[in-house]
């Protein structure tokens, strides 16, 4: 049966094709509405309750206030009783833990509660309602037979890895060691961004002479991520129409993509190539709310997104090995990541990676994001750079969930905020300025 993913801030009505609606929710969420009477549904998936009045071209489906009328008004135009219309709700998942001092990151809650508010006044009978919590969920609906299923997105595993063998610090380092390195020519545009020196002819005829990235960059120029809207079939057309520095973002984003290519569906990715898309999305978000925030370096903000978790990528063939014991331990006993790797592994993802970083002769900047982007207040230098890194990191795990396994850690969220100059009360602006084109970026699940 066909299944089509609906992006976050858009609804999708069924059609003649019956098929799968779908949408991956940990914070946002999702409505499904259908009139059997007419045979017709559809499925709607919210980024927020309402819009944050930012600067960012208003699109009404993002949010519950204006998207879920909208919602209901296509399904009517196109032949449903909204009398006959019931809902099913899912998602809207805490960001965090929270104590009642913290009741606003309980951002997921508002809105379903807007939801619920909006379905009341317009008569609409909820069947099945399904959110808060802590992890995240898929939402589906059947448009063959107008049903609608809700699922962790984490699947329950049996207890089939107690005895697997433990790690030794050898074979971590064996694993570390046999790693591709980045390719010289993102480690040439790394360069460039720390002097501010940028020679785009050269670049761009050693980007030539490498069939494989330049396969990478004009592939990923063509998607929905970056939604140019018309077609680049050359490094040269890429450099007219994306101009010097997208370029260049994409020169590194095309090299993560070759780093993470080792990654394996079950281990922390959730999905084919999870850990690349999860990195992609953080290093364009982090690049936003560097310019967003006036704090950091953008450039070195989007790199850093790309390349903080490339620990991940060394430990990844033992996650595999140890899946029931990493799923349990984060979404039954409420483990953090970095703790469960320290306890099977000896060392973390972020510890790892920071060895990874020195061995490649990166930049200071760019090891202290890998190696501090769960804890920002400990790093040597550029606080807010890191900072920023770890929010964007934060941000695409709530909502732009199904990518990789991880729970994240929101202790000092507001303290982070405030690092950037940012209150808790900017928490759902920074969200509302999540790039859209993120969202439209469809994963292969």
């Known amino acids: 049966m066909i299944s089509h993913v609906v992006p976050s801030g858009s609804f999708a009505l069924s059609d003649k094709k019956k098929g799968l609606l779908q949408a991956y929710l940990g914070t946002c969420v999702g409505v499904t509405l259908k009139d059997n009477n007419a045979d017709l549904g559809g499925l709607l998936h919210i980024l927020l309750a309402e819009p944050m009045g930012t600067d960012i071209p208003f699109a009404p489906e993002t949010y519950a206030t204006t998207g879920l009328p909208l919602f209901i008004q296509s399904l009517c135009e196109a032949g449903a009783s909204k009398h006959n219309l019931v809902a099913a709700i899912a998602g809207g998942a805490l960001v965090g833990e929270i104590s009642e001092k913290d009741l606003w990151l309980d951002v997921g809650g508002r809105t379903a509660e807007c939801v619920k508010d909006i379905l009341f006044q317009e008569g609409i009978h909820v069947e099945q309602a399904e959110t808060g919590g802590m992890f995240s969920c898929k939402i589906t609906f059947d448009t063959s037979n107008m049903t609608t299923a809700i699922e962790p997105l984490a699947p329950v595993v049996p207890h089939n890895s107690e005895g697997a063998q433990r790690v030794s610090p050898d074979e971590i380092a064996t694993a570390t060691r046999t790693l591709k390195p980045v390719p010289q020519i993102a480690l040439k545009v790394i360069r460039m961004i720390r002097k501010d020196d940028y020679m785009l002819d050269d670049l761009a005829s050693e980007i030539r002479q490498d069939q494989v990235i330049s396969a990478k960059i004009l592939n990923l120029a063509n998607s929905p991520i970056v939604g140019v809207g018309t077609s680049i079939d050359s490094i040269d057309r890429a450099l007219i129409v994306l101009g010097e520095k997208k370029l260049l973002q994409l020169v590194l984003s095309a090299a993560a993509e070759m780093l993470f290519s080792c990654s394996q569906l079950g281990g922390y990715s959730l999905c084919k190539g999870g850990l690349f898309h999860h990195a992609l999305a953080t290093a364009m978000t982090a690049h936003e709310m560097s310019v967003f925030t ?57 510890e790892v990676g920071g060895t990874l970083a020195r061995d490649w002769k990166l930049p200071e900047s760019l090891i202290n994001i890998i190696q501090y982007h769960h804890s920002p207040e400990h790093s040597p230098g550029d606080k807010d750079t890191v900072t920023i890194v770890n929010l964007a990191d934060l941000l695409m795990s709530r909502f732009k969930a199904g990518y990789q396994l991880d729970r994240p850690n929101v202790e000092q969220l507001e303290q982070r905020l405030g690092q950037l100059g940012l209150t808790k009360k900017d928490f759902p602006v920074i969200i509302d300025r999540i790039p859209r084109t993120i969202f439209e970026s469809i994963m292969a699940i």
Do not use: W
């Open 294 to 350: 006036g704090r950091g370096h953008p450039d070195i903000a989007y790199t850093g997104g790309l390349l903080h978790d490339i620990g991940k990528a060394a430990l990844d063939q033992f996650v595999v090995d140890a899946t029931s014991f990493f799923y349990r331990s984060i979404h039954q006993e409420g483990m953090e990541l970095c703790e469960v790797e320290k306890e099977r592994f000896g060392m973390n993802h972020t």
